[in-house]
């Protein structure tokens, strides 16, 4: 299988990426006899193969190629011509979306879990009282939430971040009264 990497510009650049295999290209030139796809397939799997060539070949036999967008660079959805290049890929030219973060908050009474900004703010008691300091609820119940492992993970680390600055800039302040009194 070889990667092939497909770029339409037009002030911007759009590209999308499609694991070519031979069955592929069999599919385009279905004239071909064993020996000639064989030939042909190694000059793709070597880098040496026109890549334009073989995608217009495609179009002209109406194979229908599923090309997968990685990424763009469009900040606004422009219409008209635009040119567009073949190249070959490899692994590095697949966008892989990264995974959704890990909750760091669970309700009490349901299901739910999620990041802190997906729970709501209370600023009423579990009697109905208002207080000044508001408590995170679920967003689905009103019940209480807490940290899930991962919470409790990145609450320990933040508080770790926070002592060595707060350590920094005592230390720093601790210079400064130094260097004012000699």
Avoid at 43 to 51: F, K, L, N, P, T
Avoid at 68 to 75: G, H, I, N, P, S
Avoid at 124 to 140: H, L, Q
Wanted: charged fraction near 40%; charge should be negative.
């Amino acid at each position: 299988m070889v990667t092939l990497v497909k770029h339409e510009w037009h002030q911007v650049d759009s590209q999308f990426a499609i694991e070519f295999t031979k069955d592929t290209l069999e599919e385009i030139y279905p004239d071909y006899d064993e020996d000639e796809l064989e030939k042909l397939w190694q000059e793709v799997e070597s880098g040496e193969a026109d890549i334009e060539s073989i995608i217009q070949d495609a179009w002209n036999n109406d194979v229908e190629l599923e090309w997968e967008r990685q990424y763009d660079d469009w900040w606004t959805d422009r219409k008209g011509g635009y040119e567009i290049t073949y190249e070959y890929g490899d692994e590095d030219s697949w966008h892989h979306e990264p995974p959704p973060p890990e909750p760091t908050h669970k309700c009490t009474k349901c299901k739910w879990n999620g990041q802190s900004y997906d729970a709501q703010w209370s600023w009423e008691d579990k009697e109905g009282n208002e207080i000044d300091d508001p408590r995170k609820i679920c967003p689905y119940c009103e019940s209480d939430v807490e940290l899930t492992e991962h919470g409790i993970k990145e609450e320990k680390e933040r508080e770790e971040r926070y002592a060595k600055i707060k350590q920094e800039l005592n230390e720093i302040q601790l210079e400064g009264d130094d260097n004012v009194e000699g």
